[in-house]
Structure formats: structure tokens, C-alpha cells
């Protein structure tokens, strides 16, 4: 279970990327509006902070009231530009696991911004 949790995001961000072309073959990158269009659940929605989206399946589970212990988010600037990739979790086990590539982890691990939406800690890493 544990391989499986840490290679959806992976093979979501490869699946988002084979549908919506390669970008850098392209010239230009991955949007926020692309990923609306595809049907992803964009901040505001779900009380998800600015420039953040969900797969279409997390958006509408959420609207349900049925929320995953596990999200994979796709992260963009003010400009609709994107980011990085996210993985979000409110398993307490991901709690100080090695998350290196995450600028804003104050100590290279998995860092908790805040409250999940089930009332949990919510544990994350950015995939930059």
C-alpha cells in the first residue's frame, strides 16, 4: 500500500501530461485553465488555497462530503502557470518522512500546513 500511495502522483502528473501534450515539446507549460478544462476542481473550490487543483475524482468526492486520506495536487503561480506537483495526505505516518525537494518544508520532510478537511492534520510534499 505504501509503494502504491507514493506512485499516484507520480503516474497522475504523467497521465495529466501525456492528455494535455508535453509541454516543453510544446513551448509552453501547463495551466491552470487547462486543468478546469479537463475537469480538475480548482481553488476556490473545496477550500482549496490559491493555485491549488485536485483531480476530478477528489473534487467530486469532496462536494459529496467524502474525502480521501490522500490527494494529488497540481500547484500554480498567480499567473496560472504551473508550479509543481503536490501530494497531500492526512496519514500521520508521512509526518517527518524525507520530502527533499520541497523549498518550503522547514526541515526536508513532509511538513503539515495545517488542518485537512476532515479535521485532521494535513501532511504534504511539493514535487518540484
Given at each position: 500500500?505504501?509503494?502504491?500511495?507514493?506512485?499516484?502522483?507520480?503516474?497522475?502528473?504523467?497521465?495529466?501530461?501525456?492528455?494535455?501534450?508535453?509541454?516543453?515539446?510544446?513551448?509552453?507549460?501547463?495551466?491552470?485553465?487547462?486543468?478546469?478544462?479537463?475537469?480538475?476542481?480548482?481553488?476556490?473550490?473545496?477550500g482549496?488555497?490559491?493555485?491549488?487543483?485536485?483531480?476530478?475524482?477528489?473534487?467530486?468526492?469532496?462536494?459529496?462530503?467524502?474525502?480521501?486520506?490522500?490527494?494529488?495536487?497540481?500547484?500554480?503561480?498567480?499567473a496560472?502557470?504551473?508550479?509543481?506537483?503536490?501530494?497531500?495526505?492526512?496519514?500521520?505516518?508521512?509526518d517527518?518522512?524525507?520530502c527533499?525537494?520541497?523549498d518550503?518544508?522547514?526541515?526536508?520532510t513532509?511538513?503539515?500546513?495545517?488542518?485537512?478537511?476532515?479535521g485532521?492534520?494535513?501532511?504534504?510534499?511539493?514535487?518540484?
Open positions: 500500500m505504501k509503494k502504491r500511495a507514493m506512485t499516484l502522483p507520480a503516474l497522475t502528473l504523467a497521465i495529466v501530461m501525456l492528455a494535455l501534450g508535453d509541454p516543453a515539446s510544446a513551448g509552453e507549460g501547463l495551466t491552470q485553465s487547462q486543468l478546469e478544462d479537463a475537469g480538475w476542481a480548482c481553488s476556490p473550490v473545496g482549496l488555497p490559491p493555485g491549488h487543483c485536485v483531480s476530478p475524482g477528489s473534487g467530486k468526492n469532496a462536494a459529496q462530503g467524502k474525502f480521501a486520506t490522500a490527494w494529488n495536487i497540481m500547484v500554480f503561480d498567480t496560472g502557470d504551473f508550479e509543481s506537483a503536490e501530494t497531500a495526505t492526512t496519514n500521520q505516518r508521512a517527518n518522512r524525507p527533499k525537494f520541497d518550503d518544508s522547514p526541515d526536508g513532509w511538513w503539515s500546513p495545517g488542518i485537512g478537511p476532515t485532521e492534520p494535513l501532511y504534504v510534499c511539493h514535487h518540484r
